[in-house]
């Protein structure tokens, strides 16, 4: 017997760049979403219409964080997908996607901590910090820890230290 149709499987993934921002120490970015007290997350945003990867991961970072001072590093061989929880769809992106399809990219902060300003036009964030990656998985929401931990694996060779 097949599982019942929920309201989200009739709806589309939202294409996404997410963003893996590491500082010379292969520390890792993670920022607190304002709407969400325990949701750490890293920058990430839709990909527009027309726009590359790349274009988007920079739009986003200045968009999100106040800077693009950041060089590409890698992009992840393959896109991630997934859903969001029953009780945010229909609330989150008006309710037009059941979860995002996201492109990663791991990029290199070349600024300094005075840089970073989350107080944007639109300001998701209301704390950050870097963090260690071995901790980025238990600060995360739960339901994007798979995408997390998959994210993490593709850019494994870029999170020792940078002496550059």
């Known amino acids: 017997m097949a599982a019942p149709e929920t309201v989200k499987d009739g709806l589309p993934y939202r294409p996404c760049v997410g963003i893996m921002l590491l500082d010379r120490d292969g ?3 993670v920022a607190r979403r304002r709407d969400t007290p325990d949701g750490w997350q890293m920058p990430q ?3 527009d219409k027309g726009e590359t990867v790349r274009e988007a991961a920079f739009r986003e970072l200045k968009e999100e964080i106040g800077t693009d001072r950041a060089e590409f590093l890698a992009e992840a061989p393959e896109a991630v997908r997934y859903d969001l929880p029953d009780h945010l769809v229909g609330k989150v992106w008006g309710g037009r996607y059941r979860g995002q399809e996201q492109r990663w990219v791991a990029l290199r902060f070349l600024g300094t901590d005075s840089d970073i300003d989350i107080e944007t036009e639109h300001p998701e964030f209301d704390a950050w910090r870097w963090s260690a990656p071995d901790r980025v998985l238990a600060e995360i929401v739960p339901f994007k820890h798979d995408v997390y931990a998959t994210v993490l ?7 020792g230290r940078s002496d550059n």
């Open 27 to 29: 520390r890792v970015f």
């Open 45 to 47: 945003g839709g990909i």
């Open 153 to 159: 694996a593709a850019f494994a060779a870029l999170l």
